[in-house]
């Protein structure tokens, strides 16, 4: 029940294009919903979050589509830059009974924008 | 202003042997987390430290893991006997306060390689 699924787990793109990724979750006592970009060999770096009171959020280029029935959301990514090249995370927070909050992590998706 | 620090970046040990990782928090930061990044996986939560007092360790391996984060900044991770698939990154991150909706900044990690 603290699962995230993430899909797909690899995407290329052309540049230009439109990158999309999507993530599930079941614990609906889940109550924020970041998604984290990671270069390699650096760490994971927030990019977006969205509450689940709101259907969508943008900045940018990035765009958190949020479907809170079907325990669903999506990132999407427009005009598609060769240095989006990294991988994506998408996450579920938890308020803890003592205090802070807990992440659990997809599996990530590794996003690779060609020329 | 300073992100987290993390060292060493590459550690190579034998297994059954110990080891033991640093993290300096971004300064003012309350909360302090490890987490656990396995090849191709997304971050595992290990234990997380508000000051100086723990609010989740339920992932952590407690058989073999242990973290202190003394005077409520610098936290140390300490890993004895290491196992073959305790090979990966190990990664730090700070948060301002505990809790809802707080933006985790995160490390670059260290790079754990069990033989």
């Known amino acids: 029940q603290q699962q995230v699924k993430q899909s797909p787990q690899s995407l290329i793109v052309q540049k230009g294009g439109i990158s999309i990724i999507n993530c599930a979750y079941e614990n609906t006592a889940f109550d924020y919903f970041p998604w984290y970009q990671q270069f390699p060999g650096k760490g994971p770096a927030l990019l977006i979050a969205i509450r689940p009171d709101v259907s969508e959020k943008k900045e940018g280029r990035f765009t958190i589509s949020f479907n809170k029935s079907a325990k669903q959301f999506s990132l999407h990514i427009m005009d598609s830059q060769p240095g989006d090249s990294a991988t994506y995370f998408c996450?579920?927070?938890?308020?803890?009974?003592?205090?802070?909050?807990?992440?659990?992590f997809g599996t990530g998706t590794q996003l690779k924008v060609e020329l | 202003e300073a992100g987290v620090a993390q060292s060493p970046r590459y550690k190579i040990i034998e297994k059954r042997q110990s080891v033991a990782f640093w993290c300096n928090p971004i300064s003012g930061h309350a909360t302090l987390y490890w987490y656990q990044q396995i090849l191709g996986q997304g971050p595992k939560l290990l234990i997380q430290?508000?000051?100086?007092?723990?609010?989740?360790d339920s992932q952590l391996p407690k058989d073999r893991f242990s973290a202190e984060r003394l005077k409520g900044v610098d936290s140390t991770l300490k890993i004895q006997p290491a196992k073959l698939e305790d090979s990966a990154v190990y990664l730090c991150a700070s948060s301002l306060v505990a809790g809802f909706r707080n933006t985790q900044y995160f490390g670059p990690g260290t790079r754990l390689t069990v033989l």
């Open positions: 996450a579920a927070s938890l308020v803890l009974t003592g205090g802070g909050n807990k992440l659990t």
């Open positions: 430290f508000q000051n100086n007092g723990v609010v989740d």
